[in-house]
C-alpha cells in the first residue's frame, strides 16, 4: 500500500480545451476511448472535468420547447434547425475538479474517490495545477490485484488454506 498516484496514474491524457464545443469534446474521448479527461484553461492549468451528468445535462439544455411554427400540423413537420453553437465544455464541466500530486497515496486515492463520489482524479504539478496523469478506479483495483499476485500475498493465501480459513 505505499504505492502513490505516479506509481500507478495513466500519463497519456487527453486535454480538453474549455473552448472546445461539447460534441467535439465528445468524439475526442470517445476517440481516445476514455470516458473522462481535464479541461485546460489557455496555460495548460486544469480548470475542470466532464463527467456523463455533465453531458446529460447539456442534453436537456438543448431539449427547450420550441414554438411551432404557423402552418404546421405534426411533429415530424418541425424542421431540425439548431439556431444556436454547440455550447462550449466549460458551460457544463465540473468545476473545481479534485486534484491531487504524484505523491499521493493510494489509499488516500481510493478513499478521495469515495468521498466525493468520482471515478478519476487528475494528477496535476500542484505548483502549476497542469495534469501529469489519471488515476481512475481501474487503475486503484489493477494496484490492488498486482499485490494480490505477488509472493507475500500468495504465501500468506497458503498460511490461510492449511489453517483452514479459506477453501
Not at 431539449?63 to 431540425?80: C, H, L, N, T, Y
Not at 455550447?87 to 500530486?101: A, H, N, Q, S, Y
Request: charged share 20%; proline share 8%; aromatic share 2%.
Amino acid at each position: 500500500m505505499s504505492l502513490c498516484a505516479a506509481d500507478i496514474m495513466s500519463r497519456n491524457i487527453v486535454m480538453i480545451p474549455r473552448e472546445m464545443s461539447l460534441p467535439g469534446a465528445a468524439r475526442m474521448l470517445s476517440g481516445a476511448d476514455v470516458t473522462g479527461a481535464p479541461i485546460v484553461d489557455d496555460r495548460g492549468c486544469c480548470i475542470g472535468v466532464p463527467s456523463a451528468t455533465d453531458f446529460m445535462h447539456s442534453v436537456e439544455a438543448d431539449q427547450e420547447p420550441r414554438a411551432q411554427p404557423k402552418g404546421i400540423q405534426q411533429s415530424w413537420q418541425i424542421p431540425e434547425v439548431n439556431q444556436q453553437p454547440p455550447c462550449r465544455v466549460e458551460e457544463f464541466m465540473t468545476k473545481d475538479p479534485v486534484l491531487v500530486g504524484p505523491g499521493t497515496l493510494i489509499g488516500e486515492l481510493a478513499r478521495i474517490m469515495m468521498d466525493a463520489h468520482i471515478h478519476r482524479i487528475i494528477v496535476v504539478d500542484m505548483a502549476t495545477r497542469r495534469p501529469l496523469g489519471i488515476v481512475s478506479t481501474m487503475d486503484i483495483l489493477a494496484a490492488v490485484a498486482r499485490l494480490d499476485q505477488s509472493p507475500r500475498a500468495t504465501e500468506k493465501r497458503q498460511e490461510y488454506h492449511a489453517a483452514g480459513a479459506l477453501p
